[in-house]
């Protein structure tokens, strides 16, 4: 195990980035321990709630405390001896080169692809629909994160990761102390967080990749139901019009065998009643002769009957002669109706699915009933 190399005197321990005496940014201010910061670091650590809270500055190598004012970080001194050294030596803040082209300075970071990009290369390596997605950091705000303290060890840095025991350890702790027995599981801090957010940048494009594929499915979902409800309009207007149809045509139907029925029963009643009128005209005639023949007998006169009997026998003769029997009637037969064929149709219609076959029986039904 080698410790990692202190920053020079030209940089900032906690981002180390260069001091620039010229840059209020990146100028060098002294805290009260004797440790010198960056002007942007030394804001941020005194912007922590801890930090805020207490008007105290905790410096990240020493944890000694340094007292604010209300103006925060601002109120902190430069280190003027620093400056000065850095000016006559010509140092000025230093930018990472761009990890695509190697010749602009880096001004972000994208930690999905990862990488650091100038601003160009940024704009055409996320030109894509999902790369467009990315998060990417201004390399501004990009800092080292201080190492944590060891808890078995509080003089130590926690520069060591337990994979076995998912937690920051020292070298001590490794070789001494609760984490020996897992030592083939410990590894570099640094190396740890790189592959953790190496990870991390896979899981995001996995899920980019699921949730595209998600959005891909449901557009598919949506034209697919969509189809559907439209298919199913048709449908409806469909069959209703089919049993519109069919009503029309059964009513149509009705009428007319109706109206069928009635011609036949008047055409064969009409003889029969002309028959029993006639029959009723001789009864009353005959009627008529009786009486007469009664008068006659109740009289007791021969001469008188004599006379007349010849007139009410011709009377009676030809009122025989003129009755015409009335026509043979055959017993009435039962209704020949059959509409099993039309029921077994309409039946097999509504047991139908999504298909257009069912639609043709019901249009010839409903021509076989106008027919």
């Known amino acids: 195990f080698q410790m990692k190399e202190q920053p020079d005197v030209e940089s900032c321990p906690v981002c180390l980035e260069c001091f620039s005496p010229d840059d209020q940014v990146s100028e060098p201010v002294l805290l009260r321990c004797g440790h010198t910061l960056c ?5 941020r650590l005194a912007g922590a709630p801890a930090n805020a809270q207490a008007g105290l500055l905790q410096c990240p190598l020493c944890r000694r405390c340094t007292p604010l004012d209300a103006t925060g970080a601002a109120s902190l001194p430069k280190n003027y001896a620093l400056s000065g050294m850095l000016a006559a030596l010509g140092c000025s803040a230093k930018r990472s080169p761009c990890d695509a082209c190697s010749s602009a300075p880096a001004a972000v970071y994208c930690p999905s692809c990862p990488g650091a990009l100038c601003g160009d290369c940024d704009a055409s390596e ?54 020996k027995a897992h030592a083939a599981a410990v590894v570099l801090r640094e190396d740890a967080e790189r592959g953790a957010l190496a990870a991390a940048a896979k899981l ?28 199913a ?84 003769s030809e009122i025989t002669a003129s009755r015409t029997p009335p026509p043979p009637v055959a017993a009435p037969s039962a209704a020949s109706l059959n509409c099993d064929d039309i029921v077994r149709a309409i039946t097999a219609f509504g047991a139908c699915r999504f298909t257009l076959a069912p639609l043709l029986p019901l249009k010839l039904v409903s021509l076989a009933l106008s027919s």
């Open 39 to 43: 002007r942007a670091c030394a804001a």
């Open 126 to 179: 996320h030109s894509g629909k999902l790369s467009a997605r990315h998060r990417r950091v201004p390399i501004a705000e990009m800092r080292s994160a201080v190492a944590p303290r060891c808890t078995a060890h509080p003089g130590k840095d926690a520069d060591l990761w337990c994979g076995e025991c998912r937690a920051y350890c020292c070298l001590l702790c490794r070789d001494y102390g609760a984490h």
């Open 204 to 231: 995001v494009a996995t899920a980019l990749k699921a949730v595209a594929a998600a959005t891909d499915g449901a557009e598919v979902a949506r034209d697919a139901a969509g189809q559907v409800e439209t298919a």
């Open 233 to 316: 309009r048709q449908w409806r207007d469909e069959i209703d019009a089919a049993f519109i149809e069919l009503r029309a045509a059964v009513n149509k139907r009705h009428a007319e065998v109706l109206a069928t029925f009635e011609r036949d029963s008047e055409e064969a009643l009409q003889p029969l009643q002309d028959a029993a009128e006639a029959e009723e005209r001789a009864l009353v005639e005959l009627q008529g002769v009786m009486q007469a023949a009664e008068r006659l007998a109740e009289a007791n006169d021969a001469r008188a009957a004599l006379s007349a009997c010849g007139t009410v026998e011709r009377r009676l």
